[in-house]
């Protein structure tokens, strides 16, 4: 996000993993930044266990697609906050204590939170794929229905393929056909 207090308080209440961090904050209320599928699902995640999830995100809807829009509306815990943009994150020596908020107006708003989930923008790791592999528009590595890509010998399976799902569940899913059509081709 690059804004005050996020690297102070990384750590201390700043996460970028709802899986990994998230039963950190049980019975808490928390902040997740972005609209986006990553963040949406992150809240889904967060709602469990947490008192509340605030999402705030800079455009008038989240860019996630229907399915977590709707899963997330429907959740009870999570409010959606469009039109804010984070402005800094506050804390003390134990850790966060609120999250700064800037709306279109240019009025401030904080609210009261024990963590902040930082998730917007993700990019894709494909960097490890040769330059010749086909990428989407947003770098993720193109496959075909076996998920392999057009380089003979190499498969995408979650995040860094393009048209990935999502959840962990996907990314086994993807594993699963992968792991079947290599072993089908020895």
Same mark, same amino acid.
């Given at each position: 996000?690059?804004?005050?207090?996020?690297?102070?308080?990384?750590?201390?209440g700043?996460?970028?993993?709802?899986?990994c961090?998230?039963?950190?904050?049980?019975?808490?209320?928390?902040?997740?930044?972005?609209?986006?599928n990553?963040?949406?699902?992150?809240?889904?995640?967060?709602?469990?266990?947490?008192?509340?999830?605030?999402?705030?995100?800079? %455009?008038?809807?989240?860019s996630?697609?229907?399915?977590?829009?709707?899963?997330?509306?429907?959740?009870?815990?999570?409010?959606?906050?469009?039109?804010?943009?984070i402005?800094?994150?506050?804390?003390?020596?134990? %850790?966060?204590?609120?999250?700064?908020?800037?709306?279109?107006?240019?009025?401030?708003?904080?609210?009261?939170?024990? %963590?902040?989930?930082?998730?917007? %923008?993700?990019?894709?790791?494909?960097?490890?794929?040769?330059g010749e592999?086909?990428?989407?528009?947003?770098?993720?590595?193109?496959?075909?229905?076996?998920?392999?890509?057009?380089?003979?010998g190499?498969?995408?399976?979650?995040?860094v393929?393009?048209?990935?799902?999502?959840?962990?569940?996907?990314?086994?899913t993807?594993?699963?056909?992968?792991?079947?059509v290599?072993k089908?081709?020895?």
């Open positions: 996000l690059g804004v005050p207090g996020e690297t102070e308080f990384a750590g201390r700043v996460s970028t993993c709802a899986d961090d998230g039963l950190m904050f049980e019975g808490a209320d928390v902040v997740v930044a972005g609209g986006g990553w963040a949406l699902q992150d809240a889904l995640l967060l709602a469990r266990d947490c008192s509340s999830v605030r999402v705030v995100h800079e %455009g008038d809807e989240p996630a697609c229907g399915e977590y829009i709707a899963r997330v509306r429907a959740e009870p815990k999570i409010r959606v906050h469009p039109g804010l943009t402005q800094e994150i506050l804390g003390n020596d134990t %850790g966060v204590t609120a999250v700064r908020t800037r709306d279109t107006r240019g009025d401030l708003h904080d609210f009261p939170a024990a %963590g902040l989930f930082a998730l917007v %923008g993700l990019e894709p790791n494909s960097a490890f794929a040769p592999v086909r990428r989407d528009d947003e770098g993720y590595l193109v496959v075909n229905d076996e998920l392999e890509t057009d380089l003979p190499l498969w995408a399976i979650g995040q393929r393009s048209g990935f799902g999502g959840w962990l569940s996907d990314a086994v993807d594993a699963r056909l992968a792991a079947k290599v089908a081709r020895l």
